[in-house]
Antibody, heavy 123, light 106 residues
Framework: QVQLVESGGGVVQPGRSLRLSCAAS????????MHWVRQAPGKGLEWVAV????????YYADSVKGRFTISRDNSKNTLYLQMNFLRAEDTALYYC????????????????WGQGTLVSVSS | DIQMTQSPSTLSASVGDRVTITCRAS??????LAWYQQKPGKAPKLLIY???SLESGVPSRFSGSGSGTEFTLTISSLQPDDFATYYC????????FGLGTKVETK
């Protein structure tokens, strides 16, 4: 069965960095586009970043552009989010999520989500 | 950027009720709309994609309709397991979510 397991969250001071990981299993990871989506406490969902199945393209929400970097290691079935220059407003539960269809270069909904890892930015 | 507006933000209903949630896009998104259900402490779950297609394993009491800028999610007969927050998402141009509709017990 498809599993996505996030890790790497924690409490960090403003301006510092953190790297999140998402370990995937139960499917051919290298065939699917992957996303990071976040949810601030008590708030709605915000798409953060996407990486194509082969890592050839990466796109970001304006709120994180220039500070966050999405990457993947298809040999390790793992997705990453490097978060630099963290701000209080980055405090959220960060989910990784999978494109619904393999190999697509078009926009798709997300059919599997991890349980999330919590990032808290506070001095 | 495409903005998504959901209404109502909260809906009070009883088991057996027919429930309808509306989502409006700031510009046409054709049928590139999904609906998710989220329960407290859990990840979102895909219910409907392409506006009206039911995701595998989702009960048939859930249905979606609409195209262009106006969409609805309908639960034909609300069950105890359906009390949750529902989000619409457009995937016509990047990805944007609505602010959510919480379905609570009347």
């Amino acid at each position: 069965q498809v599993q996505l397991v996030e890790s790497g969250g924690g409490v960090v001071q403003p301006g510092r960095s953190l790297r999140l990981s998402c370990a995937a299993s139960g499917f051919t990871f290298s065939s699917y586009g992957m996303h990071w989506v976040r949810q601030a406490p008590g708030k709605g969902l915000e798409w953060v970043a996407v990486i194509w199945y082969d890592g050839s393209n990466k796109y970001y929400a304006d709120s994180v552009k220039g500070r966050f970097t999405i990457s993947r290691d298809n040999s390790k079935n793992t997705l990453y989010l490097q978060m630099n220059f963290l701000r209080a407003e980055d405090t959220a539960l960060y989910y990784c999520a999978r494109d619904q269809e393999a190999g697509g270069a078009t926009y798709q909904p997300f059919d599997y989500w991890g349980q999330g890892t919590l990032v808290s930015v506070s001095s | 950027d495409i903005q998504m507006t959901q209404s109502p933000s909260t809906l009070s209903a009883s088991v057996g009720d027919r429930v309808t949630i509306t989502c409006r896009a700031s510009q046409s998104i054709s049928s590139w709309l999904a609906w998710y259900q989220q329960k407290p402490g859990k990840a979102p779950k895909l219910l409907i994609y392409k506006a009206s297609s039911l995701e595998s394993g989702v009960p048939s009491r859930f249905s979606g309709s609409g195209s262009g800028t106006e969409f609805t999610l309908t639960i034909s007969s609300l069950q105890p397991d359906d009390f949750a927050t529902y989000y619409c998402q457009q995937y016509s141009s990047w990805w944007t979510f609505g602010l959510g509709t919480k379905v609570e017990t009347k």
